[in-house]
C-alpha cells in the first residue's frame, strides 16, 4: 500500500468519527493536515465532496486561520509571532533579517525545500515577547542573532538554496 493510500484511509477514519458533519470542519481540516503535511487544492476539494458543502467554504475557512498551510512546508518551519506585545518588542526586525539572511519571504520556502517561514498572530507567550518558533521550538525574548544561530544549528550550518 503506498503513503498516500495510508493518508487516505487515515482521512477517510477521522471523516466517518465526524459523521461527515460539516460543523467538524475545522477538526477535520486540523486531522487532514496533521496527515498529510498540508492541505492542497486536491485534498480541500475530497473534504469539500465528502462533506457535501461548497470548495468556497472550505477554501474560505482554510485561509480565514493562518495555521493552515496550502503548500507543502519546508523541512524547517520557522513562525514569527506578530501579537501586539511581539510586535512592540521588535518581531517585526527579526522576520526582515530571516528575510535577507535566507532569501526567504513569508509565506514561502526556499528553493531546496530546507526552510519555510510563516507568520501567526498570536502564540500565548506574551511575557517572553518577542517570540519566534523554529521546529515547534519557542525562542523568547528573541534577538536576531540568537534565531539566526538557530536557524543555522536546525539546517546543519548551512543556508539552504535560494528561492
Do not use: W
Not at 477517510?12 to 459523521?19: A, S, W, Y
Not at 506574551?126 to 521546529?135: E, G, T
Amino acid at each position: 500500500m503506498s503513503q498516500d493510500d495510508n493518508r487516505r484511509e487515515l482521512l477517510e477514519k477521522v471523516l466517518r468519527e465526524h459523521n461527515y458533519q460539516e460543523s467538524a470542519l475545522l477538526e477535520i481540516l486540523h486531522s487532514a493536515q496533521e496527515i498529510y503535511g498540508y492541505l492542497d487544492k486536491d485534498l480541500l476539494m475530497d473534504i469539500s465532496g465528502s462533506l457535501n458543502i461548497p470548495p468556497s467554504h472550505v477554501y474560505g475557512v482554510t485561509t480565514f486561520y493562518s495555521f493552515f498551510k496550502l503548500r507543502k512546508p519546508g523541512e524547517h518551519i520557522v513562525t514569527g509571532c506578530l501579537g501586539t506585545a511581539c510586535y512592540v518588542r521588535g518581531v517585526e526586525q527579526i522576520m526582515e533579517a530571516i528575510e535577507e539572511e535566507f532569501n526567504l519571504k513569508r509565506g514561502g520556502s526556499t528553493a531546496d525545500g530546507k526552510l519555510s517561514l510563516f507568520i501567526t498572530r498570536c502564540i500565548g507567550a506574551c511575557a517572553m515577547a518577542p517570540n519566534i518558533v523554529v521546529d515547534d521550538e519557542v525562542i523568547g525574548k528573541a534577538t536576531e542573532e540568537l534565531v539566526i544561530k538557530r536557524i543555522r544549528s536546525v539546517l546543519g550550518g548551512e543556508k539552504p538554496a535560494s528561492s
